[in-house]
């Protein structure tokens, strides 16, 4: 843009500097011309009156008149008189010398080097005589190259100037779009504290406000979707608490141990759901977990649940850190979804296996397989008994992460889901820790 302004700014001003100073170039050459031949007639007149007064008109006196003009002292003024030598220094041809005296008025004639201008002036006798002042081409355009130099340089200057400002006003308003467009991607990244300082011309400046307000209103509606979040997952509360004494009411034994563990892990879970959500989207900091210690957690979890069932099972992989920029709740939401995928949707005794490594965690099983991933993937409408919510989550979990959601048939011939990370993607700074091996 900045360059585009530019080009326009120094294209116009040319053009209206040629047109302008082309015609005021031809003005000044010929108002120098006029000049020199003005100060020709002037010199010419003189010249007629210094013939008025000499007495006799004999050509000593006609020495000594044209020895009195300054034109005569510097070798340009001739006094022709019929059939008599010529006083002076002439330059004209002899045939416009003639045709000056038989028309009897005063003309400009070529000469060589310049022009030569002859009055006729008409003695005593009624004889006629041709005054001859001759005007060089060095005089007809004298000053010319300094004016059209002036002019010149007037022009330069202007193009100049003109190109500077439109490139100050081009670099203002390149540096107030580029503001706002650092901002809108801040704020799309993830920054919720992005804001872009109004500046520019008054159409960016509003701009601006109009995204500081978009922002705001979109951080507004996300913190009420969060407290929406967070209210209804408060009323699980009593429902959860009553499910409790139920549970603690059970005699002691594994089956009563599992089931208070996992309402100990439900409401550990609540909680952690209604604290995030009753935090202000713009508060939150950008989280990094490590998706290998995360599928070790959940696997042990899962892994009773298996026993009980006779699943077989396997897991490889997991040997490095695998850091992931998803909060930690959230990966373990998704883990969660993926595991609880193959029990709630395959026979008891079916088999999976689970595969975590940098490029991303992978779960194949031995069931009947999703005939149609796209709709697995649509809330409410995913077929075979299940609302799609939880693909869905882990759908924007892996794109959050940086990676996709890929659903296709496993090696045991039944259902392979996958969170396939970005192998490009750039290294998550974070600090070393071992990691939990999962390789069973």
Same mark, same amino acid.
């Given at each position: 843009?900045?360059?585009?302004?530019?080009?326009?700014?120094?294209? @116009?001003?040319?053009?209206?500097?040629? %047109?302008?100073?082309?015609?005021?170039?031809?003005?000044?050459?010929? @108002?120098? !011309?006029?000049?020199?031949?003005?100060?020709?007639?002037?010199?010419? /007149?003189?010249?007629?009156?210094?013939?008025?007064?000499?007495?006799?008109?004999?050509?000593?006196?006609?020495?000594?008149?044209?020895?009195?003009?300054?034109?005569?002292?510097?070798? *340009?003024?001739? =006094? +022709?008189?019929?059939?008599?030598?010529?006083?002076?220094?002439? +330059?004209?041809?002899?045939?416009?010398?003639?045709?000056?005296?038989?028309?009897?008025?005063?003309?400009?004639?070529?000469?060589?080097?310049?022009?030569?201008?002859?009055?006729?002036?008409?003695?005593?006798?009624?004889?006629? $005589?041709?005054?001859?002042?001759?005007?060089?081409? /060095? &005089?007809?355009?004298?000053?010319?190259?300094?004016?059209?130099?002036?002019?010149?340089?007037?022009?330069?200057?202007?193009? %100049?100037?003109?190109?500077?400002?439109?490139?100050?006003?081009?670099?203002? @308003?390149?540096?107030?779009? *580029? !503001?706002?467009?650092?901002?809108?991607?801040?704020?799309?990244?993830?920054?919720? +504290?992005?804001?872009?300082?109004?500046?520019?011309?008054?159409?960016?400046?509003?701009?601006?406000?109009?995204?500081?307000?978009?922002?705001?209103?979109?951080?507004?509606?996300?913190?009420?979707?969060?407290?929406?979040?967070? &209210?209804?997952? +408060?009323?699980?509360?009593?429902?959860?608490?009553?499910?409790?004494?139920?549970?603690?009411?059970?005699? #002691?034994?594994?089956?009563?141990?599992?089931?208070?563990?996992?309402?100990?892990?439900?409401?550990?879970?609540?909680?952690? @759901?209604?604290?995030?959500?009753?935090?202000?989207?713009?508060?939150?900091?950008?989280?990094?977990?490590?998706?290998?210690?995360?599928?070790?957690?959940?696997?042990?979890?899962?892994?009773?649940?298996?026993? /009980?069932?006779?699943?077989?099972?396997?897991?490889?992989?997991?040997?490095?850190?695998?850091?992931?920029?998803?909060?930690?709740?959230?990966?373990?939401?998704?883990?969660?979804?993926?595991?609880?995928?193959?029990?709630?949707?395959?026979?008891?005794?079916?088999?999976?296996?689970? !595969? =975590?490594?940098?490029?991303?965690?992978?779960?194949?099983?031995?069931?009947?397989?999703?005939?149609?991933? /796209?709709?697995?993937?649509?809330?409410?409408?995913?077929?075979?008994?299940?609302?799609?919510?939880?693909?869905?989550?882990?759908? *924007?979990?892996?794109?959050?992460?940086?990676?996709?959601?890929?659903?296709?048939?496993?090696?045991?011939?039944?259902?392979?889901? $996958?969170?396939?990370?970005?192998?490009?993607?750039?290294?998550? #700074?974070?600090?070393?820790? #071992?990691?939990?091996?999962?390789?069973?």
């Amino acid at each position: 843009m900045r360059s585009a302004l530019m080009r326009l700014s120094f294209a @116009i001003t040319s053009m209206i500097a040629l %047109a302008f100073l082309v015609p005021l170039a031809y003005v000044t050459k010929q @108002i120098a !011309h006029d000049r020199a031949l003005a100060e020709a007639r002037y010199q010419a /007149d003189a010249m007629v009156a210094a013939l008025a007064s000499a007495p006799g008109n004999g050509s000593g006196a006609l020495d000594r008149a044209v020895a009195t003009v300054p034109a005569g002292q510097s070798g *340009r003024l001739a =006094v +022709h008189l019929g059939g008599e030598p010529t006083i002076g220094t002439s +330059h004209a041809l002899s045939a416009d010398v003639d045709r000056a005296a038989r028309q009897r008025r005063s003309l400009t004639a070529d000469a060589p080097g310049g022009v030569a201008y002859l009055q006729t002036v008409v003695l005593d006798g009624d004889r006629t $005589a041709v005054v001859e002042v001759y005007v060089s081409d /060095d &005089d007809l355009s004298r000053g010319v190259g300094a004016a059209w130099l002036a002019l010149a340089g007037l022009a330069v200057v202007l193009v %100049a100037g003109s190109t500077l400002v439109a490139d100050r006003l081009g670099a203002q @308003i390149v540096r107030a779009t *580029r !503001h706002l467009a650092e901002g809108a991607r801040a704020f799309g990244d993830g920054d919720l +504290h992005a804001r872009v300082e109004p500046e520019g011309p008054p159409e960016l400046r509003d701009a601006a406000r109009s995204f500081n307000r978009m922002a705001e209103q979109m951080v507004a509606f996300a913190d009420a979707e969060r407290e929406l979040a967070a &209210d209804l997952s +408060h009323r699980l509360r009593t429902p959860l608490t009553a499910l409790r004494l139920d549970a603690d009411a059970m005699p #002691p034994g594994p089956i009563g141990e599992r089931m208070r563990q996992a309402f100990d892990a439900l409401d550990d879970e609540i909680e952690q @759901i209604i604290t995030a959500a009753r935090r202000s989207a713009a508060d939150r900091t950008p989280q990094t977990s490590d998706l290998v210690e995360v599928v070790a957690d959940r696997l042990a979890f899962w892994s009773v649940l298996a026993e /009980d069932q006779n699943r077989p099972w396997r897991v490889t992989g997991g040997r490095e850190p695998v850091y992931v920029p998803v909060a930690e709740s959230d990966l373990v939401s998704a883990v969660d979804c993926l595991l609880g995928n193959v029990f709630q949707h395959t026979a008891e005794g079916t088999a999976f296996e689970v !595969h =975590v490594s940098a490029r991303g965690l992978t779960v194949d099983d031995a069931g009947p397989g999703i005939a149609d991933p /796209d709709r697995a993937l649509r809330r409410g409408s995913s077929g075979a008994g299940s609302t799609g919510l939880g693909l869905d989550i882990v759908r *924007r979990v892996a794109e959050t992460a940086g990676g996709r959601l890929v659903i296709e048939r496993s090696p045991l011939r039944g259902a392979r889901i $996958a969170i396939e990370l970005d192998p490009f993607a750039p290294e998550i #700074p974070t600090t070393h820790r #071992p990691a939990r091996r999962v390789v069973r």
